[in-house]
């Protein structure tokens, strides 16, 4: 039987904005370390994101010592720096879809940098450690498992076989930044994701509770911030259950841990596929 490693990993730590590829990261219970712990609000506390401000995509962070530093990719700003640590501010109540919990807004000249990209106001907010978003208990009925300001699950994984099936209908390399997973997998057939129900990485263990259904942010050039048909079309063609499409498996750490490129990854229990 042919091993299934990890391939690759990536945080977004700002929700919406580009995604920073790592060699390692420790786990935590609502997610990869700084992944999505920071997003953008409205005035009226409502999460902001790519697929309707698809300038979001040329903001690039990078974190370097106890700073995130955002570059500004059209080059009309000079980088932003931001602390890691939790800004020292009352809190407020924000909104990610349904979900509403309390976040730290940040200081004002941050706030300003954001709104004069977006052309309105908005806010960085963090979710400090108090703040206790729960995962959809829908799929993932504990109490205790919580998530980010991702859309819903603490880790989306993704194998890279299902993308290179997906270019090869193409005719075409898309990257895989298109579809921003948590880590990418080697050694699964495509789609293979879909049926692992629990697997073991460097000892944690990681239940795989919904499949990822896929949104507009997938048509939009995380180079450029243009916007196209593709993949989505192509997707409905062989990817669609109902009136979603699906492409990744969300899944939830049982504890912390840590996490490294070349680990291998352990095949538990299975499921059947969605699709």
């Known amino acids: ?33 700084y992944d999505r712990r920071w997003m953008l609000v409205d005035e009226n506390g409502r999460f902001v994101s790519q697929r309707e401000h698809q300038q979001l995509a040329l903001l690039q962070p990078r974190i370097e010592n106890h700073s995130m530093v955002i570059e500004d990719r059209s080059g009309k700003l000079q980088p932003l720096s931001i602390d890691l640590e939790a800004p020292i501010a009352d809190p407020i109540e924000v909104t990610v879809w349904d979900d509403s919990c309390q976040a730290l807004p940040s200081p004002e000249p941050i706030n300003q940098w954001f709104s004069s990209v977006l052309g309105f106001a908005t806010r960085l907010v ?12 829908r799929y993932a009925p504990a109490t205790d498992d919580h998530v980010s300001f991702a859309d819903g699950y603490p880790i989306l994984i993704i194998g890279q076989a299902s993308l290179n099936l997906l270019n090869q209908k193409l ?10 997973p948590n880590l990418v997998l080697e050694g699964l057939a495509p789609h293979e994701e879909d049926t ?21 942010m997938t048509t939009i050039d ?54």
């Not at 692992?196 to 990681?206: C, F, G, P």
Request: aromatic share 8%.
């Open 171 to 180: 005719g075409y390399e898309l990257p895989m930044n298109r579809f921003r």
């Open 1 to 33: 039987m042919k091993s299934i490693y990890v391939k690759n990993i990536y945080i977004y730590p700002i929700k919406s904005l580009g995604g920073i590829e790592l060699t390692a990261s420790p786990v935590e219970r609502r997610g990869l370390k």
């Open 222 to 275: 995380q180079n450029t911030g243009e916007k196209g048909a593709e993949p989505l079309r192509t997707l409905a063609g062989y990817r669609k259950s109902g009136n979603k499409i699906l492409f990744g498996e969300n899944f939830i750490p049982e504890h912390s841990g840590e996490v490294s490129v070349g680990l291998r990854v352990e095949t538990i229990h299975r499921k059947d596929p969605a699709i």
């Open 196 to 216: 692992l129900a629990e697997i073991m990485i460097n000892r944690l263990t990681y239940r795989g509770v919904k499949p990822c259904a896929r949104c507009v």
């Open 126 to 137: 963090y979710m400090p450690e108090s703040s206790l978003r729960i995962a959809d208990q």
